[in-house]
C-alpha cells in the first residue's frame, strides 16, 4: 500500500457559484462556525487532520475528501457556498471522516458528536432564505 496524496484543498477559488447565498444566512453561519470552534471539543477540528504531526501516512487512502472548520469558514468568507445545504453537508462530511478513520466509539468521535450537537442547535435557528418582508403588516 502506498500513501495517497494529499487531496486538492478547498475551496475551489475557479469553481466559485454565480449566486451565493444571502449576506444574512452568511453572517449567520460564520458566528455559528466562530462560536463553535471555542468549543473545548472542537480543537482538534479546528485545522486539517495533519498527517504528518499525526503520522498517519495512509490517512488520505481513507479519506477523499478532508474537512475541518478552517475550511468550513474560509468557503463561507469566499461565498463558495450556493445554499446553508452544503455546508451542512461539509460539516457532516467532517464528522463522518472521524467516524470512519477512528471509529464511532473513540474518544474523538465522542468530541465530534458533540460539537455536531452544537451545530445542530445553531442550525435550528438559521434565517430563512427570504427576510420578512418589512413593508407588510402581519
Ligand atoms: C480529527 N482528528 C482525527 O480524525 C485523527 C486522525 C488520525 C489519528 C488521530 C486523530 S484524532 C485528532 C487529533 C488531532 N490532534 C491535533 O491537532 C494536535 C496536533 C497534533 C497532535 O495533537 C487533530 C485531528 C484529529
Do not use: W
Request: proline share 12%; aromatic share 8%; net charge positive.
Amino acid at each position: 500500500m502506498i500513501p495517497a496524496p494529499k487531496p486538492p484543498s478547498e475551496p475551489d477559488m475557479n469553481n466559485l457559484p454565480t449566486n451565493p447565498m444571502p449576506l444574512h444566512q452568511k453572517k449567520y453561519l460564520l458566528n455559528s462556525i466562530k462560536a463553535i470552534r471555542r468549543l473545548k471539543d472542537a480543537q482538534p477540528f479546528i485545522n486539517p487532520v495533519d498527517i504528518v504531526k499525526l503520522n498517519i501516512p495512509f490517512y488520505y487512502n481513507y479519506i477523499k475528501r478532508p474537512m475541518d472548520l478552517s475550511t468550513i469558514e474560509k468557503k463561507l468568507n469566499v461565498n463558495a457556498y450556493e445554499d446553508p445545504i452544503q455546508l451542512i453537508e461539509d460539516f457532516n462530511l467532517m464528522v463522518e471522516n472521524c467516524f470512519k478513520f477512528n471509529g464511532k466509539d473513540s474518544a474523538i468521535s465522542s468530541m465530534v458528536k458533540n460539537i455536531l450537537s452544537s451545530f445542530e442547535k445553531h442550525i435550528n435557528n438559521l434565517p430563512p432564505k427570504e427576510l420578512p418582508d418589512k413593508k407588510s403588516t402581519s
